[in-house]
């Protein structure tokens, strides 16, 4: 299952529906390849930018607040070690959950199924990471302009000329 | 007092208030029971007494016994167990009329009277009230051949002892307890030092196995318990913290999503890796290692290590609250 996810700017990145797309499609043939129960994406500050697979709505915001609580903890524990990437694994017999950095600000979330091998799951997320982080890179690089002309959003013209009018009105 | 006969000495009054003196000295000298001891045998010398015994609060058994003449020395266990019970009813008599008393005016078992007389050679006992603060916190049982006269300075000079040896009392309690409190605290000190030396034992193994560069126990709740290995070039409250308080996320987040097992944190880093292991509920054992052949084997060792320190651990709890 894919969950159409409102198009988010955070990060100085401005994703757009071709974005979120393009995220969408990796993070399925991701499940796909896999069979984990379910893959989010979000980013540090907590924000669910994607979701794939079993539903956890009731409890979805709790569990991402402390996925990115747990990512800021273990990007900490890494620079500690001395380490730039780093990724974490819970083993809790059949619900094993794989936290993987993605880019600089990015935390995808991987609750393993009782078909998934958590070495088959880290090859295929590695490679579903860079291509994500490829998608954040384009983002990052897209000014505000060039979004919102790529997005076709062009203003409301005639709230704005009302707006003006009233003003002059005002104060001549 | 009167007694039946009058043996007294002209200037038994001011001895006795030395004597007093001289015992009363020796209070904080010596312990408790060895005071006791020395002002029984020595008030006993001074009124010739061949048997003297004090009792103190509501004790059926003397606090301070003298035997001057050996008397009791050679008694069978029934006949002593006989002259006790006598000499305990005669103090509980004093005790509890605040006056002295003789043990002829009391009820007797039979055979005792033969038994003082024959055996032990002795005529009467008197028993004398031990008070302090306007109370009689005691009782001084003297038995002797002959009878004896005690007068009222006697009587006030032994309330100066009463007040002497109620001090002693409550000071003896306190340094026993304390000392009872040193002793026991002692116990559990080594108590916790064997087991703190078994938990280092098991982290030493399994550093050793794992090759790690450092193994850490710490509390749930970040506090350190005990580490084997490198000492590592930063601020280790800071890695208990980040440890505890990843751990504690991780396994909130595991409950969420329905897992209720045991649970395994590991951060893989490029060059080096921690495994995070919940040990009996209450601390978490972390190994930090470098890249590893098979770090499958690290998670069935911690795991090993994990069950062996669940019981260091419990034992380690028992005695931890000194």
Known sequence: ?172 | MTTNAAVSRADQGADLHRLIFELTSRATAVPFSQFVGEVTAKLAGFYGSSVGRIFLGGSQQPVGAADLHDCLKHLSVADRELFDRHDAQLAHEVRRTGRPAKLSQLPTKPGFEKLLRETLGLGEGYGLPIQSHGKTQGALCLYHRDPVRFSKADLQSLQALGNVLQGSVKQDDGSARYLEDVREKDKKMQHYKLHLQKIEMILEELRALTMARSVLLIERTAEFIAKRGEDLPYDESHLNVLLAGGYEASKRIAGLLGSTGEKMVVHEGEGESVLVKEVASRALLAIIYRDHDVPQLIAEWANSAAARLEEELAALGEVRIL
Request: hydrophobic residues 40%; charged residues 30%.
């Open chain 1, 1 to 172: 299952m894919t969950t159409a996810v409102q198009p988010r700017i955070g990060s100085n990145r401005f994703l757009l529906k071709k974005d979120t797309h393009e995220i969408g499609l990796i993070l399925n043939r991701f499940q796909e390849n896999t069979r984990c129960r379910s893959v989010l994406l979000i980013d540090e500050a907590g924000h669910l930018v994607s979701k794939h697979g079993e539903d956890t709505s009731p409890r979805e915001a709790t569990v991402i607040a402390l996925l990115a609580g747990t990512f800021q903890t273990t990007r900490r524990l890494s620079r500690l070690l001395g380490a730039k990437e780093f990724s974490s694994r819970v083993d809790c017999g059949m619900r094993d959950l794989m936290m993987l950095q993605v880019g600089d600000d990015a935390l995808l979330a991987i609750t393993l199924g009782d078909e998934s091998t958590s070495t088959l799951v880290r090859t295929y997320a590695l490679e579903s990471i860079r291509r994500l982080e490829k998608v954040f890179h384009g983002a990052a690089e897209r000014s505000e302009e060039s979004a919102l002309e790529e997005s076709g959003w062009k203003g409301n013209d005639t709230f704005a000329r009302a707006v003006t009018d009233r003003l002059d009105a005002l104060f001549g």
